[in-house]
């Protein structure tokens, strides 16, 4: 599932139609009718936790397009990889990367799940018309080029995967997306305080969030607090902080817990600074049979009661869980 790194890439390969017309479109997407961005203008692009928004208008409105460079620290790596990264988003099967600094702007989700709602398939009439799209597990965004299969699907054939979306812009060019889920929605909430690449991530609300009386994977996965950080961010800021993912938050000591948001927000960045690097992505535990130091690695579906299960991978050597002891002196710290 693409999470915030992988989004902000989308965003970027995105950015350089934002100004231009749709002057074709195709696509085999039935909920939305691709027909229906004819002659529209693409007048901004925002990413909001692990979705992407687009919004498009009948008229050109260059006075209001919204503003799409990249975070200063970024802009150099985009210039030498420019030629490269205007070909195609990372899709799974891509290159999956790390490496990156703290300091990017950002933005995030609203609500209790991050903007969950679809707000229908054809915009309101006079409202702005943003086009909310959420990657699922296997969405990505091509530039300038049709993703192709890599490998015989189940009856032996060698099928491209059918974009669900293209749109074609005046300027040349244009953007496949594939897996995806799209609707038209009101105009997005911007909440940099929730969004874990933002410059703005409330640190001190992460923690109270993660101090709560339940397993900490729950609560590092609920977008109110950490927009953008997805199951691969998860598992990885985890076994980085040596923290069991049942462990309740309260029963962990404020050292622990800041540790545990220190990760998460350095590894999220390493990883949105090694997609505009062109490096691979490294886990140390996430799909792995053996942490780093050689310990068998666990393996198990864990969620809130009634809630979605997510698998987690954990190290039990690496990621004991506390001891009575301990436990107690982590509620007193």
């Known amino acids: 599932m693409p999470e915030g790194p ?75 990889e420019e030629a490269e990264d205007q070909k195609q988003a990372l899709g799974p099967s891509s290159r999956e990367i790390n490496r990156s600094s703290q300091s990017l702007e950002r933005v995030v989700p609203s609500g209790d799940n991050g903007l969950e709602c679809l707000r229908g398939d054809t915009p309101t009439e006079g409202a702005e018309r943003w086009l909310q799209v959420s990657f699922g597990l296997f969405g990505s965004i091509w530039m300038n080029e049709f993703s192709r299969a890599k490998k015989a699907n189940k009856r032996g054939d060698w099928r491209d995967p059918i974009p669900r979306l293209v749109l074609y812009f005046g300027g040349g060019g244009f953007l496949a997306f594939y897996n995806c889920q799209m609707a038209w929605s009101p105009s997005p909430v911007v909440i940099p305080a929730s969004d874990i690449l933002s410059e703005k991530f409330h640190r001190a609300r992460a923690l ?11 609560t590092l996965l609920d977008q109110r607090y950490f927009s953008g950080l997805g199951n691969i961010i998860k598992n990885e800021a985890l076994y980085r902080a040596g923290i069991h993912p049942l462990s309740l938050g309260s029963l962990l000591s404020p050292p622990h817990l800041e540790a545990l948001v220190d990760h998460v927000v350095e590894f999220s960045a390493d990883w949105l600074r090694g997609k505009f690097q062109g490096k691979q992505q490294h886990t140390q535990v996430y799909q792995k049979e053996q942490c780093p130091v050689g310990h068998q690695v666990m393996k198990e579906a ?32």
């Open 6 to 80: 992988s989004v902000r890439k989308f965003h970027h390969l995105v950015s350089p139609f934002v100004g231009q017309q749709v002057v074709k479109t195709g696509g085999s997407s039935k909920k939305l009718n691709p027909a229906s961005f004819q002659s529209l203008w693409l007048l901004d692009n925002q990413v909001h936790g692990k979705k992407l928004f687009l919004r498009f208008d009948p008229d050109e409105e260059l006075g209001s397009l919204g503003n799409n460079s990249l975070p200063e620290p970024l802009q150099e790596g985009e210039k030498k």
């Open 208 to 218: 109270e969030a993660l101090s709560q009386e339940q397993p900490v994977c729950y």
């Open 302 to 333: 864990f969620g809130p009661p009634g809630g979605f299960q997510r698998l987690t991978w954990w190290c039990p050597q690496c990621q004991p869980r506390l001891p009575p002891d301990e436990q107690e002196q982590g509620r007193l710290s």
